[in-house]
């Protein structure tokens, strides 16, 4: 969560545009391969739609600020953008606020990258090859003709949300607003992608099959991102199969094509350029730590069920045993008082309210209010109950909700109270203080592994293998003096 945040606003993706495709229908030109494809989706709509996915993945992941990287990424995208198949979209190239490895399009012209996969970049080459292929996804229309196909099936995204479990409801980000985002490309799709950034990166001079050898840095990271706020790049965009042999055949055909001779690689100007960047979870936007969730900026905390998945990003904190049976999800409440935010709160989750009462949590005003979702017209009993505290912290007033079938609720209620009724103002001077790890880029001082360069530094033993993958080596792979790496520091 973000202090700036104001109140919660509910963000929709124009779901209308898709639906107002069912009334008409057009075979389009492809205008990477010059073939007809049916596309129910027009370019303006695409273009709608993009812009409105845009402003809110700003609004619940947040922006990396960092005029150096910013100013970079936007240069080298309105660069390649000028020599794509689709040079007249208004691109725009962003760098999203997550530690989690992707990068990833949205229609009409929109590319981000993570401070995550940033972070693991180790020259421009790599960088370049993952931006042509982002760009492919969207001159290549790979987003629309998803789209397009899951209309056609009957099982597009206004019928999904028709159909899923009640508990969708309370984890709109991930099942209606962002779907975008996890639309998942076939192989084809992949491959293609992939060929476009070989292209596009060699056309703008730089050594695309780099971009072969991120690949590999990106299989050896798939790990750990289990419940994180974004998925990782490798379940996004699955392996067309050979890829690595396949890149770097292509490499050398589109360097023989344009006869490049020197493409650039670019290795110690990038290093230079991330300097700083924070890497991990930034404590300042919350942090979990021993089951309890502390948030510096704002200055409380609560803890979370052990063993629970959790979720952090800019607009609030999401939590779930991994049977998926329940969720928890804490955000600010939109209201004035206690009373108007309860109410608020009735009306925007049809919520049929079997008790209400004012209590403290810790001191804190709040209200408890224990909730059926009321029945819709195709069913004549309730599936989902919730159980809500609303507490006045500061300028604040925190929702902090749990939700689960009746059937289960008596189960789940003691987790969600867990939480709730644990809900505190956060006064330890460690917690509040705590810094973020960045990335330090440091100079080899003799040759040798990079172990022993990183233990030179001071490194843990615990931290050699997650920083050579940092550094997109082996830790016995040989480096040179006067080289630079990749360290953590404050």
Known sequence: MNSVISGMKNHLLPFCLVAAVFLSSACAVNPVTGKKQILLITEAQEIAMGATADAQIIAEYGLYENKILQGFITQKGKEMAAISH???????????????????????????????IMAHFNNEAEFAGVLGHEIGHITARHSVSQLSKAILGQVGLLGSMILVPQLTEFAEPLTQGLSLLFLKFGRDAERQSDELGVEYSTRIGYEAKEMAGFFKTLERQRSGTEGAELPDFMSTHPNP?????????????????????????????????????????????????????????????????????????????????????????MSLASGNSLQEAADHLVKKNNLRVIESKQITVNGLNAIAMTANVKADTRQQLSTTRTLSYLIQFNTNIYLLIGASSVNDFNHYA???????????????TAKLNKQADRIRIKT?????????????????????????LLNGMQPADTVLAGSLIKILGK
């Open 241 to 329: 199969g050979d890829r690595n042999v396949a890149v770097s055949k292509l490499s050398v055909e589109w360097k023989k094509k344009l006869n490049l001779i020197d493409p650039k690689v670019n290795r110690d100007s990038y290093l230079r350029k991330i300097e700083g960047l924070i890497y991990g979870e930034d404590p300042k936007q919350g942090f979990l730590e021993n089951d309890i969730f502390y948030h510096p900026e704002l200055k409380f905390q609560f803890p979370i069920p052990k063993g629970w998945n959790y979720q952090n990003t800019p607009q609030k904190v999401q939590f779930a045993p991994k049977d998926g049976k329940a969720l928890m999800i």
């Open 444 to 468: 080899v001082k003799q040759t040798g592994t990079l172990k022993q360069a990183l233990i030179s530094y001071n490194m843990p033993e615990n931290k050699l293998e997650e920083l050579s």
């Open 414 to 428: 003691d987790y969600f109270l867990l939480s709730m009724s644990n809900f505190r103002e956060l006064k330890d």
């Open 86 to 116: 689709r040079p007249d979209l208004k691109y725009e190239f962003k760098i999203v606020d997550s530690e989690v490895l992707n990068a990833f399009a949205v229609p009409g012209g929109y590319v981000y990258f993570t401070r995550g």
